[in-house]
């Protein structure tokens, strides 16, 4: 018998935030932004091994990983060299809706997932601001989220993502394990080509 690990304080779910309108309306802000930010495959800080998802990002500055430089916030597009589009204003409002705190994010992280792609666990823990949640958005297939503790090792749960949820990491599960063992292909038509994209909103620098 495995025991499920209790929700964190802080872990909020909002199931189907986003309609399907709405869905469609920031799937296709997002494919605006992956035509002026192309998506890459950051690289793992010691191994050097791609990641299976694919990455850009909107706003003031873009999270990036390579061997060389590790886990970072970076202010331009590694490949392009210019900025980061501005965030989706659609993004943006969700944040201002279920943040529950007072500064506009500066990241929104980009993540798309075709076919067998996935995300290990791990924690949020490269921004100064850990009093701000992270809100994230998914949209097009379904995903298969693993949430564990604040240590690593911890119970873990596993919970479905589908297109329009909203997830939350504030307060205690602000630094919670979590990852994303596998997408459902083929279980939503939303995004061209396929796949799941998720929209990590995240404050960065500590506002003064
Ligand atoms: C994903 N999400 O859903 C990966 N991080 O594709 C995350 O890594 C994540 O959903 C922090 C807060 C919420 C998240
Ligand atoms: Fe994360």
């Given at each position: ?44 800080p ?28 970076v ?9 980061w ?13 279920v ?11 980009v ?11 791990h ?5 100064a601001?850990?009093?701000a ?26 919970l479905?993502?589908?297109?329009g ?44």
């Amino acid at each position: 018998m495995t025991v499920a690990a209790a929700l964190p304080e802080g872990f909020r779910l909002y199931s189907g935030l986003l309609d399907r309108p709405a869905q469609q309306g920031l799937a296709n802000a997002v494919q605006d932004l992956l035509a002026r930010a192309p998506v890459y495959h950051a690289t793992m800080p010691k191994s050097g091994r791609p990641m299976s998802v694919a990455m850009t990002n909107a706003g003031r500055l873009g999270w990036y990983s390579d061997r060389a430089g590790g886990y970072r916030y970076v202010e331009r597009h590694p490949q392009t060299g210019r900025p980061w589009p501005a965030i989706p204003a659609a993004a943006l409002a969700v944040w201002r809706q279920v943040a529950g705190y007072p500064h506009d994010p500066e990241c929104c992280l980009v993540n798309l997932y075709r076919d067998a792609a996935k995300m290990g666990l791990h924690q949020d823990r490269d921004e100064a601001a850990l009093d701000a949640p992270v809100v994230s958005i998914s949209l097009g297939d379904d995903a298969l989220f693993r949430l564990g503790g604040t240590s690593r090792g911890g119970a873990t749960r596993s919970l479905k993502l589908a297109s329009g949820d909203v997830l939350v990491l504030g307060g205690a599960a602000r630094l919670a394990y979590h990852g994303i063992d596998r997408i459902l292909p083929g279980s939503s038509r939303l995004i061209a080509g396929g796949g799941r994209i998720n929209l990590t909103l995240r404050r960065v620098t500590q506002p003064h």
